[in-house]
Structure formats: structure tokens, C-alpha cells
């Protein structure tokens, strides 16, 4: 008999939106199933989107996706208890197109990428929650929902980071993620006038600020950052926190990114803003977090679902390599469909498209970023370093003016921070980030 589709994509998100477009473009008969009842009303994301892989799909794209605004200046900064201290970079070029990068709100970008899919040819369906995915030895022939199966020779799975349809099965043996290469991110969105968002960040029209924050106040133990990004006529803020450095510390989620919000720093970046979402999600991030393969027998696994989350502590991305991989899945089911065959060995092709287009290179290089990035100095001693640093370097005081050496040694003595512990960290920074 033959099969229902030439491809079945699971996931509307940014990684099965991407693989659906290109497949119809690529003339493919493509199914995608999602399981909220509108693409994007399940996703949640900071939102910098990095698109430049859309242009493969969508040129200029940005035109006509619902984005918010582009990014003209990032900030990465660290807070201690009421004070920070921060880095900014402004780039002119980033003021003009093509914009480096757009801040998102998930909800408009999926359905309008939905809607692409559906544009090129594809056949969308929402509120349709795949059970699983049907097993035929080692080969996966389609999904199964409702107890009906849908079959087609290359299944793309794009489920996101929990990703249940591979858990528990040979692409992912173990039946949960790892808490040490899961993260929880959650999400607050503001509701702010325009032009007041304008004015507070010295921004034009259409123009955006992104901040990452080391949030060195948190209850001792707790690592995680936190990130502020400013949308059309809204704010995002929220937490990205290390799983395991939750447990046994009573520290609930909430409270947490109240703690954020409520820091000095950023309260006055939110003042007369208006709560009007709130989200958590979790974050399966770096190497650690890779299925067993990336494809098999009429498989591949991509975007998150595969572990692709590059977060160190200053960054996250997961948009942009949600969108390459669903690109590079769907460039190899476009070949497997010419060559009439669907097996592993064909669908090789896939992991070494994430080979050359440099995609495990990024994870696989930076394997050892944990070692770093959990570091639980950075998250206590560090910051209050920081900042007790550039504040004696930058205030004046009426009192004699001191060396750069004694401020250094003032600024240790502040965070009780030992010069071993500076240069054993200082050299992990440099070799592993
Ligand atoms: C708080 C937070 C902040 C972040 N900030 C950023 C950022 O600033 N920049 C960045 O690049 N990345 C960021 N990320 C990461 C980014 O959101 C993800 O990497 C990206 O969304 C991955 O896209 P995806 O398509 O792989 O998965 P998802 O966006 O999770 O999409 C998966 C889709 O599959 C659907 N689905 C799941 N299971 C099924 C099923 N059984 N049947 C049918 N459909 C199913 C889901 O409903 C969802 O629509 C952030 C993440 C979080 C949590």
C-alpha cells in the first residue's frame, strides 16, 4: 500500500515549521501535526530569534513575520544582592538590514510560519497531540494518533525539548531527561506603552535592547541567569536555572523570578509594567543532552527534540539551530524521496549535513562549557566581585585615590573570592567557553 505521505513532521515550532516549508517547496507531500490548537500557543521562548537560516526559505523575512523588534544593543551584566555592573555591545550596522537579530514572541512567528507551510503546500494539522511513533522493527513507517496510523517513508520529530515521543525508545533509551543537562526556563511578559519602552532604553522605532544577566542574588546554590528583552509594546524577563541546583533548596520557580524582577536594576527597568504572561518550560541543552543518533531508519530528530540548545551562562540559542537542523532534515528527505529509499544509511546524510553546516562541531566543542557555566562561584562570589570591582574603580569617594592593585585585593576581600580560585576560574573561562 502506499503511503499516506512522503513526510510526516511532528512539532509545529521553529525546527518543524522550518523542515515543513522547505519540503513542500521541495515539492514533497508533507504532513504536520501539532499538538496545541494553534502553532506557537505552546511555545514559549525568550525570544531572540538569530534567523539568518529563514532567508534559505523566506527571503527577507522578516518584512512579513510578526516579529517585534530588532536588536540594536545587547547587554551582559552581573547582579549581586542590590547593585550590577555591565557590558554593553552597539553596533550601527545592527541598526540597518539585514537586522543580525529580531525579538520574538512565539506565539505570532509559529502561526505565521504555520501559515507559510500550509502556503507552500503543506498539509497542516493542529490539536493533534502524535502518541507515538510507529515502530516497525527498527524502522519508523509514520506516527499513530487516536490509535490510527499515519505512515509516510521519513518521519521529522520536532516535539521540542521534552521530547516525548523519543523517550523511551531506541533514538533516546533513558525513559526522563538528565537533570544535569536540563534546564528550567521561565518567562514573564510586561505590558509597557511603546514609546515609554522607546524612551527607557534609548531606543528609535522598531528598535530593540536584549540584557543577559549572571543573577548573583539568588538564595546561595540556586545557579541561573536571567534575561530582559524588549517586544513592540511589551518587555520579556525571566530565569534560566540549573535544574539540579533547585533541588533541596525550598526554591520555588515563582519566587525566584520575583526575585529577579524585583532587583533593583530591573524593577526600574519594568516600572508601570503590567503583568500578562507567565510560562515555565524545560531546556534540554549542549552534547550531554544528544539522542543516541541523530537519524536512523526513516527517521531524524531535530531542533531541540535532538538537544540543540547552545546556552553558556551569557547566551542562549535554540531558535537558530531549530531552524538550521529542520532545514538540513528536510533537505535530506527531499533527497531520500529522489533516490526512492529511506533507510539509515540514506538518511546519514542528515548528521553529516550537522557535520559540514557546523552544527555538532558547536556542541561537541563545547562540551566542557558546563564545567563553567555551573561553576557555582560564578552565580555567588563572582558577582559581587564584579561589581564591587568597577565600583571602586568608577566612584569617588573624597578619599585618597587607591591603586588598581589594592581595589583588585578590596574588591576579593569584599566577595571572598581567593586569587587561586580567580586564576584556576580565569583559565576554565578561557579554556572552555
Ligand atoms: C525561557 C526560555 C528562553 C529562551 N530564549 C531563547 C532565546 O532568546 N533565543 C533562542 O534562540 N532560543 C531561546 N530558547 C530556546 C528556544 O525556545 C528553543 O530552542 C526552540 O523553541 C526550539 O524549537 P523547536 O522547534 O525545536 O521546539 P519547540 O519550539 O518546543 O516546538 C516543539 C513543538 O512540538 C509540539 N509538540 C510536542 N509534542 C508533540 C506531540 N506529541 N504531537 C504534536 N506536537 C507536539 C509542541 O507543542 C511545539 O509546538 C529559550 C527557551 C526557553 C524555555
Redesign the pocket.
Known sequence: MPDDFDAIV???????CSAAIRLAQGGANVLL????SE?GV?????????GHDLDRILPRWWHEMPVERHIVRKRFGFLSADSSVSFDVDDAAWRSEPYVAHSVL?ART?AWLAKKAEEAGATVVTG???ERLLWEGTRVHGVVQSGEPMTAPVTII????NS??TLGTPIRPEPRLRSEATEL???EVYRLDPARIQERFGLGPGEGHAEEWVAGHLPPGVMGGG?LYTNTDTISV?L?LHIGSLFGKGAYSQELVEQFRLHPTIAARLRDAELVEYGA?L?SSGWASRPAAFHGDGWMV????AGF?FSNGIV???????VRTGLEAAETALAAKKAGASNAAVLSEYTRRLETTGVLSDFRDFESMDRVKWNPRFYTVYPRFAVELFHGLMTETGAPKRHLRQVLRSAQRAAGVRTTSLLRDGVDLVRDL
Open positions: 511532528v512539532g509545529a515550532g521553529m525546527a518543524g501535526l501539532e499538538r496545541g502553532a505552546k511555545n514559549l521562548s525568550g525570544g531572540i530569534l538569530w512565539r509559529d493533534v497531540p502524535v520536532a516535539d521540542g525539548a516525548r515521543l526556563g521561565i518567562k534575561f525571566g534560566i518550560k531546556i531535530a531542533g531541540d527534540a540548545v542562549i540559542q535554540g531558535m537558530n539551530y531549530a
